[in-house]
């Protein structure tokens, strides 16, 4: 087991070495001059050569490519992640402020996902091809059409129009002022969840459905359990383990889809600090961010390999 | 002799692929009415998005100062912005960005990575681990980060939307085709065609390729949804193709930027139109999915 964990991270290692790479060639190599990004085409037009020089040495974009390369790394690795050229405010105090918002967004949304979608899993694997089985399907369908971001404005201006009622602006942390917080947090998550929830229907119906044509689960019918425990008991915790899998994908998703679902409902994570950087240009902001969302996705993945591997022997023992 | 065979084979085999298209095409309308209804839903989408020009109303830039901010009514059905622009046409109009973007990266992104796969499966060894490698870290992004951070670093523009989707379908395409060919690979008709001497092109071509065009087609039909969906979130956080285009993210943003209240009709129409498009597509596919692979039914 220990020797899966140590290889199982060290492969997260070489992972994460290689997204780095991407994310510098995509930000610093790609035709796309930074300099164009900060300033705008028009702005850029208007610089002379020298003050176009003057800029690209004092950020750094004059050295060879592997020197920059290394000092951005080195940067990361003490924890610098920079500064925006907009705010006065460190992007590693940002994201400390503003990242625990995103973070309670995404595990209520994954809580959620499971409370909707495994009930209704189990309803249309129990009686596949049914009514009920082709509208739990339909539904799961159009909640992966529905584009979240849409949804939640539409939550915004209804709770808006109908109740006069508008979540507030200011961030508030859980702790100190959980009702606040819980207002922030509760639409994103709402929106999120019911997005995943499809997912994980489609998926544990599929699994289920698999799972309930095994000979062990004949045994136990066969031995007159009554048929609730058997889907409980004997079904359901083999079913759950692809599922298990997709939430970990899905949380990665998720982290990607509150940047616009928090755009919409104006809630000030980290989100919406992506959403910002990206409007702004803010070229190094953003390399930074699209490291970090990276990164916690491949730790996510990592997590959930360890997690299917505690509950799963066969694959511990592969 | 295997020159002529080869030729008598593609003259008897295209006509009944012709009939055998026909067929399916009434095979899914017949077995799941409701695929094909949907697919009828996306045909009439993709239609109007062609015509769009004959069947708007208004043009989507005109500005009526007469009518501005205006709830639907019977000369402007779906209303109109702050500052006149026929709601309607701007969504009909909106079609034409979507589809094109969409369109495009499923047939640049999810090819490539196909044809990656195809490539990678086959040959395997040292070029399939490298490739599985870059793969992963391809993968090790969510889709809408991926997108944004490229479309930025190249500015906005359609072609670079384009692209820039076409880069977080690669992966997807590779890692279908590739386990499909390594299975296909060791199947005795390939052997058999090795044995007589066929060589590596014409083996990954024509013996192999055809069978990989059922996953090819479903895994399209469903990017194809997904394209639209990341296209609108990077026209609505502004990376997208830059406005004054009529897109369904940008309208959706500029309707944000409206103010503290933005008027429900400009909210609700885009997103509607991207709702019905994506849905009809990931139903077509569905049909598709069931008429090819009957073993998938119902599955994710």
């Not at chain 1, 309670?104 to 309803?123: N, Q, T, Y």
């Not at chain 1, 602006?169 to 702790?175: E, K, P, V, Y």
């Not at chain 1, 959403?275 to 970090?292: C, H, K, P």
């Amino acid at each position: 087991m220990y020797s899966y964990i140590a290889r199982r991270l060290a492969f997260g290692g070489l992972t994460v070495f290689g997204v780095s790479i991407i994310v510098f060639v995509v930000m610093r190599i790609l035709p796309g001059d930074p300099l164009v990004a900060i300033f705008g085409p028009e702005g850029m037009s208007k610089l002379t050569e020298a003050q176009r020089a003057h800029y690209m040495a004092e950020l750094g974009l004059s050295d060879p490519l592997w020197v920059q390369y290394l000092g951005w790394a080195k940067s990361i690795l003490a924890g610098d992640f920079g500064r925006s050229f907009f705010r006065s405010e460190s992007v590693a105090e940002m994201i400390v402020r503003r990242g625990s918002l995103t973070a309670e967004i995404a595990i209520l949304s994954v809580i959620l996902s499971w409370i909707v979608g495994i009930p209704v899993a189990i309803v249309s694997a129990l009686k596949p091809n049914t009514a009920a089985d082709g509208v739990v399907r339909f539904f799961s369908i159009l909640f992966l059409a529905v584009p979240g971001f849409w949804v939640g404005m539409l939550i915004v201006l209804g709770l808006l129009f109908w109740f006069g009622y508008r979540a507030p602006m200011a961030g508030a942390s859980l702790f100190a002022d959980p009702f606040d917080n819980l207002q922030l947090v509760v639409g994103p998550a709402l929106v999120l969840g019911l997005g995943q929830a499809a997912y994980i229907a489609r998926m544990g119906r599929s699994a289920l459905l698999e799972v309930i044509r095994e000979d062990y689960v004949r045994t136990a019918r066969a031995k007159g359990l009554n048929s609730r425990l058997v889907i409980a008991l004997h079904a359901l915790p083999n079913a759950l383990l692809p599922v298990i899998t997709l939430s970990g994908v899905l949380l990665g998703l998720v982290l990607a889809g509150s940047i616009p679902v928090e755009r919409a409902f104006g809630t000030p994570g980290l989100g919406n600090s992506m959403a910002q950087a990206v409007s702004e240009r803010d070229v190094f902001v953003m390399q930074n961010l699209v490291f970090l969302y990276a990164v916690v996705f491949v730790l996510i993945n990592i997590a959930v390999d360890v997690t299917i591997a505690l509950l799963d022997p066969r694959i511990r023992y592969r | 002799m295997t020159v002529t065979s080869a030729d008598s084979d593609t003259a008897t085999a295209s006509a009944p692929r012709r009939l055998s298209v026909l067929r399916g095409v009434m095979t899914l309308a017949r077995r799941s009415p409701i695929s094909a209804f949907w697919g009828i839903v996306a045909a009439l989408i993709v239609l109007m998005s062609i015509s769009a020009d004959v069947v708007a109303p208004y043009p989507p830039l005109k500005s009526d100062f007469r009518a501005m901010q205006k709830p639907p009514s019977e000369t402007h059905w779906f209303g109109t912005d702050q500052i006149g622009r026929d709601t309607l046409s701007r969504v009909i109009h909106g079609s034409q960005t979507s589809l094109t973007v969409a369109i495009g990266a499923v047939l640049f992104g999810t090819t490539l990575g196909a044809l990656w796969g195809l490539a990678c499966g086959y040959f395997g060894g040292r070029f399939d681990m490298i490739s599985q490698r870059i793969i992963e870290f391809l993968q090790s992004f969510p889709d809408l980060i991926l997108a944004m951070a490229i479309a930025m670093a190249l500015g906005g523009g359609l072609g670079t939307v384009i692209v820039a989707i076409a880069i977080t379908r690669i992966p997807f395409g590779g890692r279908v085709i590739r386990s499909v060919v390594l299975s296909l690979k060791e199947m005795q008709y390939v052997e058999a065609a090795r044995g007589l001497g066929a060589s590596h092109v014409r083996l990954m071509f024509r013996h192999i390729l055809p069978q990989c065009v059922a996953p090819y087609l479903i895994l399209a039909t469903t990017h194809l949804g997904v394209a639209i969906v990341i296209e609108a979130s990077l026209g609505f956080l502004g990376v997208g193709i830059p406005p004054p285009n009529p897109t369904w993210g940008n309208m959706l943003a500029d309707a944000l930027n409206a103010g503290l209240v933005p008027p429900w009709w400009l909210v609700f129409f885009p997103g509607a139109a991207i709702t019905l498009t994506v849905l009809a597509f990931n139903l077509l596919g569905d049909g598709i999915r069931d008429l090819l692979d009957p073993k998938l039914r119902g599955s994710v």
